[in-house]
């Protein structure tokens, strides 16, 4: 089988959508989180068959995968054919065998002419003296931007900033004489091609602008933001998506904030926030690259923050910006707090304006998660007025609801006596949003999962009817680990296949390790090469189950504990027994843990 490089594998990922893919012949209809519809894959009544994101599941006959799976099953097609298939459909090509070494060696020219591309930019900056030094050009426009922003030439050479000349083709005249094709420049986004009327030219990507190169973690350059000098639109001109490059992969100044002495970082919204924090000393800011925070960037941040602190806009806009990386940066282990500005409307301008002490100053005094959030619920209640009272206590009760008993009870004690209510009524709120959401969960559990186990499930391996406990122990960690790759920074140490007693889950683990411990991609998509459609279909089972429980790290170590434990109780077993037949026959009468299933 001709192997497909990752790389496709992505940009195939981001085309597709599975919906559209499955709604050409299977009627879905909105289900809660999922999409529902009757299974393609066999005979039913009632729907069983649950579209996500990225991958579906039937709980009728245990169907699943991604969309290439789907066209794997329902064309009967082999995986290099419904990969075809896929691409065809969102005008794709799949790359041919020898084409991967010809997409690293377009990857590699991008990140030269990038890396002299930044050069050039910084060198706008500069000019040459007759005696060959060199001088900072007062007279240069985006010299003169920067020093405006009241930064250092220490920050313009750390930060490598720099400026794009207001012709059309500077950039591109000095890159063609370092020998690099316009092809090339084109793939980089360096370089517009423009057609019309059937006639081609070229142009700077980039002109008149201040300049600010995108690194990676390794210190390549993979990408430019480029900002206006004065007010006009659009302000921000950023590099579009290349074969090096996604913006909502990486994130800025984290090759510098990585490896400082801190594991609390400070997200801001962009990257003139960031360049102004470290100007001020405050070398653990980082930015996103023009989207809001993506769970990907989050995965990132798990590796190197144990606490992010959200330094946003202090308009509404920033607000919300805010409430979408708190729901984002929840599905990680890193601990959140917020900024609330005062004295400007961005960390740039306070620092300007107050200097690093007021900043400083602002950061010790930080809200958590649950305080922004309680914070941010009162906007639009008129707390004077009875009804608005009750309005916001019965969104803080939602919002506390979520929180451990001893969290919920601390700020219900505080919003009592500050809003003068009984704290026994709002405790009362809160385990009703509890009561009610519990409800809803048993609810859900009973229509979305399958029975225990499932005939298939035990044809697939027989070794998990014989060790029940293990098998649910050991699937809830590969879903997790499907589901939330980051958590394997955090269980990885403590993970041993040596407990897993089921035969699949096993070899799903083993097969899953390796790209865990790479660092690279686990979703469903890049893994058809390692594991067969019904493994798929099983991964897919246990990613979905997964998805739906909270505190993912946690759940994960405790199915490791529960698998040592069982490990340990069988070993002591075997040395009882040294017939295998006897000792399973021994395991399955009281093999069982106390209060084990």
């Known amino acids: 089988m001709a192997r497909i490089p990752d790389s496709f594998i992505a940009a195939l990922k981001e085309r597709v959508d599975i919906r559209d893919v499955i709604s050409t012949e299977v009627e879905l209809k909105r289900g809660g989180r999922t999409w529902v519809g009757l299974c393609p894959f066999h005979n039913e009544r009632s729907p069983s068959f649950h579209v996500w994101e990225d991958h579906f599941y039937c709980f009728g006959c245990q169907a699943g995968g991604d969309a290439i799976s789907y066209i794997m099953k329902k064309e009967n097609l082999g995986y290099v054919d419904a990969i075809e298939e896929l691409a065809g459909r ?44 060199q001088y900072w050009n007062a007279e240069n426009p985006g010299y003169q931007y920067w020093k405006k922003r009241r930064l250092s030439d220490e920050i313009i050479v750390h930060f490598g900033l720099g400026y794009a000349p207001a012709g059309w083709d500077a950039l591109r005249s000095h890159l063609l004489g370092e020998g690099f094709s316009l092809e090339e420049l084109v793939a980089a986004n360096l370089v517009i091609k423009h057609e019309r009327d059937g006639r081609i030219s070229y142009y700077d990507a980039f002109r008149n602008r201040v300049m600010v190169p995108i690194l990676d973690l390794r210190g390549n350059v993979i990408a430019f933001g480029g900002r206006v000098l004065d007010d006009s639109k659009p302000k921000y001109v950023n590099t579009s998506d290349t074969p090096v490059y996604r913006k909502g992969n990486d994130l800025f100044a984290l090759n510098f904030a990585k490896n400082g002495k801190t594991k609390k970082l400070i997200l801001c919204e962009g990257y003139m926030d960031a360049i102004a924090l470290h100007a001020h000393g405050f070398t653990q800011a980082v930015a996103c690259l023009g989207t809001a925070l993506t ?50 409307k961005d960390p740039d301008e306070i620092l300007n304006t107050h200097g690093p002490e007021k900043f ?40 506390l609801s ?101 035969t699949l889950n096993r070899r799903l ?35 979905e189950e997964a998805l739906r429980m909270t505190n993912p790290a946690k759940l994960c170590q405790d199915g490791i504990e529960k698998l040592r434990q069982l490990f340990e109780k069988r070993e002591q077993l075997r040395t009882v027994f040294s017939d295998d037949t006897q000792f399973r026959e021994a395991f399955r009468r009281n093999g069982r843990l106390p209060g084990a299933s």
């Open 90 to 133: 969102y005008g794709l090509t799949v790359p041919k065998e020898g084409q991967e070494d010809a997409l690293s060696r377009l990857r590699l020219r991008i990140l030269s002419a990038n890396r002299a591309a930044a050069r050039f930019f910084h060198a706008q900056l500069r000019i040459q003296a007759p005696d060959g030094r």
């Open 295 to 344: 769970d990907r960037q989050a995965s990132l941040l798990s590796r190197y923050a144990e606490e992010i602190t959200l330094c946003y806009d202090a308009d509404e806009a920033g607000r919300n910006a805010a409430k979408k990386a708190l729901a984002v940066l929840e599905k990680t282990q890193i601990k959140t707090r917020v900024i609330q500005l005062d004295g400007g």
């Open 360 to 399: 400083r100053a602002l950061l010790e005094n930080t809200s958590n998660d649950i305080e922004f959030k309680l914070l941010t619920a009162r906007e639009g209640f008129d707390l004077t007025a009875t009804a608005g009272k009750q309005d916001y206590l019965r969104r803080a009760a939602q919002i």
């Open 402 to 502: 979520y929180q451990d008993a001893i969290t919920a009870d601390l700020y219900s004690s505080r919003l009592a006596e500050e809003l003068e209510v009984r704290k026994e009524s709002l405790l009362a709120m809160i385990q009703s949003h509890r009561a009610a959401r519990k409800k809803k969960s048993e609810r859900d559990f009973e229509q979305f999962t399958p029975p225990v186990m499932p005939k298939n499930k035990v044809s697939l391996d027989r070794t998990r009817a014989e060790f029940p406990a293990e098998a649910a122990a050991e699937e809830k960690i590969i879903g997790t680990l499907v589901a939330h790759p980051d958590v394997y920074l955090t269980v990885g140490g403590i993970l041993n296949t040596a407990h897993f007693a089921t």
């Open 509 to 543: 683990l083993e097969g899953l390790l390796p790209r865990l411990a790479e660092g690279v991609e686990v979703e469903i998509p890049y893994l058809h090469e390692i594991f067969n459609e019904a493994e798929l279909s099983e991964l897919a089972r246990m990613q």
